[in-house]
């Protein structure tokens, strides 16, 4: 069955990309479990129903999602809760070449660099420090710093400078990836996950052992497009911080999008493994 073959691609492979140091995935039964209490019909294509009806609008931020109903918010935050998608993403290693913090909301990419800072503190250690960050304007409903600068890139800079390191992280050599808006006039894009590491990696940065940051719930997904994007030489690690989902008025409807994303970028990569191993 079509349905049952897109179960199976979750399992994650490293044959044709980056190899991860952690295999990371969702249980196949668990997200037939999710799809079937979203009212996905039995006959329908799990990565054509979740692109659909998950996946927030192209030009849709994530806080500006509208929240499920309250049943449905109930049953998606708890099985995620259950299946670890708002847990700690712990590192595999003690030592790494680079410590890649992806960029995010000024709230965000400040908990992604104290979550790091706790991981040096615990005695991981790395060389460098990368801020993988897009041109995107600050917004002031997510975003702090309004005032000091003007898009997210600029503000990564302020809060690598202005946050409390430990000294012997301080010292550590830093890097701005700033990734320019995508499109024209009036209706433009910001920067994705992937844009990021193509910029990043047209810096030539060396085959390394690198170690991405984000925090919940987004590891999923973006683990999935280190690992599509991420040439075969580098080996990684994707951590990141838990979070209380209940907070947050539209937890449910950004977890779902956070799914759907992570499941269709697997099964890219599966299929891009099929056609190679038929060569």
Same mark, same amino acid.
């Given at each position: !069955?079509?349905? $049952? $073959?897109?179960?199976?691609?979750?399992?994650? &492979?490293? @044959?044709?990309?980056?190899?991860?140091?952690?295999?990371?995935?969702? &249980?196949?039964?668990?997200?037939?479990?999710?799809?079937?209490? +979203?009212? !996905?019909?039995?006959?329908?294509?799990? @990565?054509?129903?979740?692109?659909?009806?998950?996946?927030?609008?192209?030009?849709?931020?994530?806080?500006? +999602?509208?929240?499920?109903?309250?049943?449905? /918010?109930?049953?998606?935050?708890?099985?995620?809760?259950?299946?670890?998608?708002?847990?700690?993403?712990?590192?595999? &290693?003690?030592?790494?070449?680079?410590?890649?913090? %992806?960029?995010?909301?000024?709230?965000? !990419?400040? !908990? /992604?660099?104290?979550?790091?800072?706790? %991981?040096?503190?615990?005695? #991981?250690?790395?060389?460098?420090?990368?801020?993988?960050?897009?041109?995107?304007?600050?917004?002031?409903? #997510?975003?702090? +710093? @309004?005032?000091?600068?003007?898009?997210?890139? *600029?503000?990564?800079?302020?809060?690598?400078?202005?946050?409390?390191?430990?000294?012997? +992280? /301080?010292?550590?050599?830093?890097?701005?990836?700033?990734?320019?808006?995508?499109?024209?006039?009036?209706?433009?894009?910001?920067?994705?996950?992937?844009?990021?590491?193509?910029?990043?990696?047209?810096?030539?940065?060396?085959? &390394?052992?690198?170690?991405?940051?984000?925090?919940?719930?987004?590891?999923?997904?973006?683990?999935?497009?280190?690992?599509?994007?991420?040439?075969?030489?580098?080996?990684?690690?994707? #951590?990141?911080?838990?979070?209380?989902?209940?907070?947050?008025?539209?937890?449910?409807?950004?977890?779902?999008?956070?799914?759907?994303?992570?499941?269709? *970028?697997?099964?890219?990569?599966?299929?891009?493994? %099929?056609? *190679?191993? *038929?060569?």
């Amino acid at each position: !069955m079509k349905k $049952f $073959f897109i179960l199976l691609s979750l399992c994650l &492979c490293c @044959i044709g990309s980056a190899a991860p140091l952690q295999n990371r995935f969702i &249980c196949p039964a668990a997200l037939d479990q999710l799809a079937s209490a +979203m009212d !996905m019909p039995a006959s329908e294509d799990l @990565i054509t129903f979740t692109q659909t009806h998950w996946l927030r609008k192209p030009t849709q931020e994530r806080w500006e +999602m509208k929240e499920l109903t309250k049943d449905q /918010r109930t049953f998606v935050l708890n099985w995620a809760d259950q299946q670890g998608l708002f847990a700690d993403w712990l590192p595999y &290693c003690d030592i790494y070449d680079s410590a890649l913090i %992806l960029g995010a909301s000024t709230s965000r !990419m400040q !908990m /992604r660099l104290d979550y790091l800072k706790k %991981l040096w503190n615990q005695g #991981v250690r790395f060389k460098e420090v990368v801020w993988l960050t897009g041109d995107r304007p600050l917004d002031e409903r #997510v975003d702090g +710093m @309004i005032e000091r600068c003007q898009n997210e890139s *600029q503000a990564a800079r302020i809060i690598w400078e202005e946050s409390d390191l430990p000294d012997s +992280m /301080r010292c550590l050599p830093a890097l701005f990836i700033a990734v320019p808006m995508k499109g024209e006039e009036p209706v433009r894009q910001r920067p994705n996950t992937a844009d990021t590491i193509i910029a990043w990696l047209q810096t030539n940065p060396p085959p &390394c052992k690198a170690l991405f940051v984000s925090d919940q719930p987004f590891c999923g997904y973006q683990f999935a497009v280190v690992k599509a994007f991420l040439p075969d030489a580098f080996s990684f690690d994707l #951590v990141g911080q838990g979070v209380d989902p209940f907070r947050h008025p539209a937890a449910a409807a950004i977890t779902l999008d956070s799914i759907a994303r992570w499941i269709y *970028q697997e099964n890219l990569i599966k299929n891009k493994e %099929l056609r *190679q191993s *038929q060569l």
